[in-house]
């Protein structure tokens, strides 16, 4: 069964802060996206991976950076948090075809 | 630049009564068309892909149907677990896995 995991369900941070999303992967996929979801806009791209080591930007990469050491991991960085972030965040992966794409369960970020 | 717009936002069903969700998408070349689930604060639950136009896709309930312009999520006999957010998205032919996603349709199914 596909499975996609997130570090957390719910995080409270102080504006400021670094943070640190982490999101893994059994399915030995190679594309790994990173999501927020808000209410009215959908699902927007953050960042993806299509290899380890490998990223590219998405539709609103600004404030965050990822990391991908491992191919079953990608994590989201908030450099410097800000209330504006405060969101759902929700990491996918496919496999080389890239089409369906499989998500985590979400991580709810509030940034006080 | 794709877009994709779902119809209606919101639909308030009564339990068994059957009725449609609407996909409206442009797309340069259509890759894959995908309907996800999904319930509150918890990430989408993929239902179906599709891919040309005059393919149809069935899951207990529901099925799925594709043309070129839209895609039409049918709900046939709906019971209260039914209840969810039904999101839409596409993606294009080209080599960028962007997908694009509708803002969903939520869906309330009353006994």
């Known amino acids: 069964d596909v499975k996609v995991t997130q570090s957390s369900r719910y995080l409270v941070k102080r504006t400021g802060e670094k943070v640190f999303l982490e999101c893994v992967q059994d399915?030995?996929?190679?594309?790994m996206f990173w999501y927020r979801q808000d209410p009215g806009l959908g699902l927007r791209l953050i960042y993806f991976?299509?290899?380890?080591?490998?990223?590219e930007k998405g539709d609103i990469p600004e404030g965050y950076s990822v990391s991908r050491e491992k191919k079953e991991r990608f994590s989201l960085i908030l450099e410097s948090a800000s209330t504006n972030q405060t969101s759902m965040y929700l990491c996918?992966?496919?496999?080389?075809?890239?089409?369906?794409?499989?998500f985590g369960p979400g991580t709810r970020l509030t940034v006080l | 630049e794709d877009q994709v717009t779902q119809s209606p936002e919101a639909l308030r069903l009564q339990e068994g009564e059957s009725s449609s969700l609407n996909c409206s998408y442009t797309?340069?070349?259509?890759?894959?068309l995908f309907w996800y689930r999904q319930d509150p604060g918890k990430g989408p639950e993929f239902l179906f892909t599709?891919?040309?136009a005059g393919e149809e896709k069935e899951k207990e309930r529901l099925k799925a149907t594709l043309t070129k312009k839209e895609s039409f999520l049918h709900i046939t006999a709906p019971k209260p677990e039914d209840s969810a957010t039904y999101l839409c998205?596409?993606?294009?032919?080209?080599?960028?896995?962007?997908?694009?996603f509708g803002t969903g349709t939520k869906l309330q199914v009353i006994p």
């Open positions: 599709l891919y040309s």
């Open positions: 991976s299509y290899d380890v080591k490998m990223k």
């Open positions: 797309v340069s070349g259509l890759r894959g």
């Open positions: 998205a596409v993606r294009n032919s080209g080599g960028y896995q962007k997908v694009t």
């Open positions: 996918a992966s496919t496999g080389s075809s890239g089409d369906t794409q499989y």
């Open positions: 399915m030995d996929h190679e594309n």
